[in-house]
């Protein structure tokens, strides 16, 4: 009895490191991936602007557009330095512009209209969970840069009304989980961005499937194809945007 107890132990012993090896080996110390592709963007909502008894009303006609976008994320294996995450992308909202008085030499009417909204993502994360039991999970601060651009009838609307809301900067918590299994080729991920303060609201959300072909050791290339939704409840000076884009996205990935 004593004997059996004693192998038994060495084997429960053998199986703890043999477990602890494979976490460690399933770990990655440093890696560098990046990507690019096309989301194909359905908007909706509306903004306005309001500035005593002068202003506009935008509804989107919710035509679908798509745009490019591109990340590259940075590990490392210095535990006290956050990892980082670069993103970039741009989307795109054609609405019905209506001045509702004269407002200098804006046109007065209906009219068509084009919100742009160019992004830069900035996200340095730690990880929390890295590759442990298949999961992968990052927690971070997300500075989101957007870049607005409103033009209707070949006028700037956001230069011609004075609105100081070109460009902001929002920062939101991020959090991001990954499952993959070991010798598994398919990868299933989730991310969300979220910020919430004085009735403003920004949130960014995905999920996707990816695949990474291993044919060649050292950079591997990758599919991916997701579906993401982003939503903008801003007010600022007078002008207000209640705006979503929601659609699936698809692009190409390499990893070192």
């Known amino acids: 009895m004593i004997k059996n107890y004693s192998v038994g132990k060495?084997?429960?012993?053998?199986?703890?490191?043999?477990?602890?090896?494979?976490?460690?080996?399933?770990?990655?110390?440093?890696?560098?991936?990046?990507?690019?592709?096309?989301w194909m963007q359905t908007p909706s909502g509306s903004l306005s602007y309001?500035?005593?008894?002068?202003?506009?009303?935008?509804?989107?006609?919710k035509t679908t557009q798509t745009n490019g976008y591109a990340w590259l994320l940075i590990k490392h294996p210095i535990p006290i330095l956050p990892n980082i995450r670069l993103e970039y992308v741009n989307t795109l909202n054609v609405g019905q512009y209506k001045l509702n008085t004269a407002l200098g030499q804006l046109p007065v009417g209906f009219s068509s209209s084009k919100l742009k909204m160019t992004q830069y993502d900035i996200v340095p994360y730690y990880n929390i969970l890295d590759n442990t039991a298949w999961i992968?999970?990052?927690?971070?601060?997300?500075?989101?840069?957007?870049?607005?651009?409103?033009?209707?009838?070949?006028?700037?609307?956001?230069?011609?009304?004075?609105?100081?809301?070109?460009?902001?900067?929002?920062?939101?918590?991020?959090?991001?989980?990954?499952?993959?299994?070991?010798?598994?080729?398919?990868?299933?991920?989730?991310?969300?961005?979220?910020?919430?303060y004085n009735n403003n609201t920004v949130s960014d959300m995905r999920v996707k499937v990816d695949y990474t072909f291993d044919?060649?050791?050292?950079?591997?290339?990758?599919?991916?194809?997701?579906?993401?939704?982003?939503?903008?409840?801003?007010?600022?000076s007078g002008f207000a945007v209640n705006t979503q884009y929601k659609g699936v996205y698809a692009g190409l990935m390499l990893r070192f």
Do not use: C
């Open 10 to 38: 060495k084997i429960l012993s053998v199986l703890a490191i043999a477990t602890t090896f494979a976490t460690v080996a399933s770990a990655d110390f440093a890696r560098v991936e990046m990507g690019a592709g096309a």
């Open 50 to 61: 309001t500035e005593g008894t002068t202003g506009f009303a935008d509804a989107s006609k």
């Open 136 to 196: 992968t999970l990052d927690l971070g601060v997300d500075v989101k840069i957007v870049k607005l651009g409103y033009r209707t009838a070949g006028h700037d609307i956001i230069k011609d009304t004075g609105v100081k809301i070109a460009a902001l900067t929002i920062p939101l918590g991020y959090v991001r989980a990954r499952v993959q299994a070991p010798l598994m080729n398919w990868g299933v991920e989730a991310d969300v961005k979220y910020f919430s």
């Open 215 to 236: 044919f060649v050791p050292i950079v591997q290339p990758a599919i991916e194809i997701g579906y993401r939704v982003q939503k903008f409840d801003l007010a600022k």
